[in-house]
């Protein structure tokens, strides 16, 4: 009820704004020059994918639209930022290589280096090679500003693509402070996950998970919202600096099972991640022999959830030589168990076999690369 002219005088100043404010807001919301900006780098897969025959599963080719048309395809993250968008590749992920993650991480090291301007990068791929890619930008790009890698499992031209959402979700975790300082992030299907952590787990909408860890925010209406942070090493702290590096070490990945002899090879591989929940005899055989001949050997658990203890030195008296035995009896002892293994934790093999390129470019003793599986 208007009781007073200082009332009227408040009712009439509360009606020019509600009047104006829409306006005001229109103005400010197509203002983009004012956002943030945020470099798109575009590699291809089923988010710039098309599928002549929508509604159907057939005629899908990944990898097909152009940064610009994916990006045209979302007016609305002008709302949120300046998307300047640049063409890495325009490939299925499956064909992603070693080489091209070193030019993807050497080029957003340099990016958010040199340019101030640039709050933050997200990289558009392909969800089948997804969390490897984004496993080694999370090891080494070594800045605090936000790296998100986004993809899509319905093609752009299918019946209701996710990839125009998900970008928009990324580009808004892109910009937003809470995103700086916590590694590179995956942000697929409203969820913010850790690159460290993340899976695919299917191929359909909402199958990107992070098996037992959990994800650190969810980007709802109101923007993104943390709730976690990463704890192990990464970003501007991670020892993995990869500008003078042009080629990464061979690393080969192999599964143990039941009955399994364990592999040869005839050029024998730099390292070797072997996924197991246990070795036969024989495999242990073979793997010993492999870590006699200097090839460094990492076990991980099939799943990736398991938490393996790195083993330790012999307890003082469980010593198995006679208790006359010389030194030469233990060094001898020591050359038949060769260098030990070394223990990934809750890392999928995939992200093992990442981790062990990156260690072998910094030493071979194992000791040392178990260093880096216990604070990666
Ligand atoms: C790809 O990985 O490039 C194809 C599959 C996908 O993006 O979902």
Redesign the pocket.
């Known amino acids: 009820m208007v009781r007073s002219p200082a009332d009227v005088g408040r009712a009439l100043l509360l009606l020019a704004i509600l009047a104006f404010a829409p306006h005001a807001n229109a103005q400010t919301l197509t203002d983009s020059s004012a956002r943030p900006k945020v470099l798109l780098v575009a590699t291809?897969?089923?988010?710039a994918?098309v599928q002549d025959a929508p509604g159907t599963l057939g005629s899908y080719r990944?990898?097909t639209l152009t940064a610009e048309q994916v990006l045209a395809s979302v007016p609305e993250l002008s709302r949120h930022a300046q998307v300047e968008a640049e063409q890495f590749s325009n490939v299925?992920?499956?064909f992603i290589t070693p080489a091209q993650w070193l030019a993807l991480s050497k080029r957003i090291n340099t990016v958010l280096r040199e340019r101030d301007d640039i709050a933050g990068v997200v990289v558009t791929h392909?969800?089948?090679?997804l969390e490897e890619t984004a496993f080694f930008l999370y090891l080494t790009v070594r800045s605090d500003k936000p790296v998100i890698v986004v993809?899509?499992?319905r093609p752009a031209t299918g019946i209701s693509p996710d990839g125009p959402i998900n970008l928009l979700a990324a580009v808004r975790t892109a910009v937003a402070p809470q995103a700086r300082a916590k590694g590179v992030l995956v942000v697929m299907d409203d969820r913010i996950v850790s690159a460290r952590e993340v899976r695919k787990q299917y191929?359909r909408v909402g199958g990107f998970t992070t098996g037992e860890m959990g994800m650190l925010g969810v980007v709802g209406s109101g923007g993104p919202e943390f709730f976690f942070a990463p704890a192990r090493r990464f970003g501007p702290a991670s020892e993995f600096d990869v500008t003078a590096i042009d080629s990464l070490p061979r690393v080969e990945l192999t599964f143990s099972y039941p009955g399994g002899t364990g592999p040869r090879y005839d050029t024998v591989p730099a390292g070797l991640v072997v996924a197991t929940t246990g070795l036969t005899r024989a495999e242990n055989t073979a793997l010993r022999a492999l870590r006699q001949a200097g090839v460094v050997v990492v076990t991980s658990f099939p799943s990736g959830d398991n938490v393996n203890a790195p083993p330790r030195a012999p307890a003082p008296g469980s010593d198995t030589l006679p208790t006359n035995a010389t030194a030469a009896d233990s060094t001898a002892r020591e050359e038949r168990r060769g260098p030990p293994s070394v223990v990934s934790q809750h890392l999928t093999p995939a992200k093992a076999r990442i981790l062990l390129m990156l260690a072998l470019t910094r030493t071979r003793v194992p000791a040392e690369v178990q260093r880096y599986f216990l604070t990666y």
């Not at 291809?44 to 988010?47: D, E, H, M, S, Y």
């Not at 392909?126 to 090679?129: F, K, L, S, V």
């Open positions: 291809g897969g089923t988010i994918g990944a990898g299925a992920s499956p392909g969800t089948d090679r993809g899509a499992q191929q």
